[in-house]
């Protein structure tokens, strides 16, 4: 069974274009992490953020922010005023204790393309 | 050093060929990861190594032989692949198994299989 879904399989806006990348997940455990990883056509994975199951605070970083609400466990994106180098594949992941000792689970990733 | 280091970063073998993957780190990690990721598919986890001993095989076929000399050092032997194991291999390291405070991946090892 998915546990990490992400619906939006690709994505292209314009440049300065507000956008969110939607994030459901499954888990019953009450310990657990959720991640975001960038991975640029190069291929390595850029960790952005990482929230445990008991801070619901949302977080902004630069042009990054993050909603996370365990009510309908989401875990949603978004990328303000958008530029072209955002291009790349985002994943959510989800680590949890029963799933191999924490191991990430990832979603199957949204592809992101800012054009200019 | 904040880097997870892995070489080769391409690698094209035929299928009676032996060859090994390296990862590297220096961040003191003592948790260390192999991951699959086929195109357009996300990461699949391998193995994992805690304190040098591997603690998780996600039933991996046995021509994945994996090796963690230190605790700075993983490898991954290869020997026998088939096509179908062209991938990207990544490797990720975290500070304690679990990598709750967050994973370091390498930039991967792209693997051709003729």
């Known amino acids: 069974a998915q546990k990490v879904t992400q619906a939006q399989t690709e994505i292209s806006v314009v440049e300065k274009e507000d956008v969110t990348l939607d994030c459901v997940y499954e888990?019953?455990?009450?310990?657990?992490?959720l991640f975001w990883y960038k991975q640029p056509p190069s291929g390595e994975l850029v960790f952005l953020i990482r929230r445990n199951s008991f801070d619901e605070q949302n977080e902004i970083s630069g042009r990054y922010s993050w909603n996370f609400q365990k009510s309908t466990s989401s875990f949603n994106f978004t990328i303000t005023a958008s530029q072209v180098v955002d291009s790349a594949v985002y994943f959510c992941?989800?680590?949890?204790?029963?799933?191999?000792?924490?191991?990430?689970?990832f979603g199957k990733g949204t592809s992101l393309l800012v054009t200019p | 050093d904040t880097e997870v280091t892995q070489t080769p970063k391409h690698l094209v073998m035929g299928m009676t060929n032996k060859k090994s993957l390296k990862c590297e780190q220096h961040?003191?990690?003592?948790?260390m990861y192999w991951y699959k990721q086929k195109a357009k598919k996300p990461p699949e986890l391998m193995f994992v190594y805690s304190y040098e001993k591997l603690s998780i095989n996600e039933s991996v076929p046995s021509r994945f032989s994996p090796e963690c000399p230190n605790s700075s050092l993983l490898n991954l032997h290869l020997h026998a692949l088939q096509p179908e194991d062209s991938a990207l291999y990544l490797c990720?390291?975290?500070?304690?198994?679990?990598?709750?405070?967050?994973?370091?991946f390498g930039s991967g090892t792209r693997l051709t299989v003729v």
């Open positions: 888990t019953r455990d009450t310990t657990y992490y």
């Open positions: 961040m003191g990690h003592r948790a």
């Open positions: 992941a989800l680590s949890e204790i029963s799933n191999s000792g924490y191991a990430l689970n």
């Open positions: 990720a390291s975290s500070r304690l198994r679990g990598g709750n405070d967050g994973y370091t």
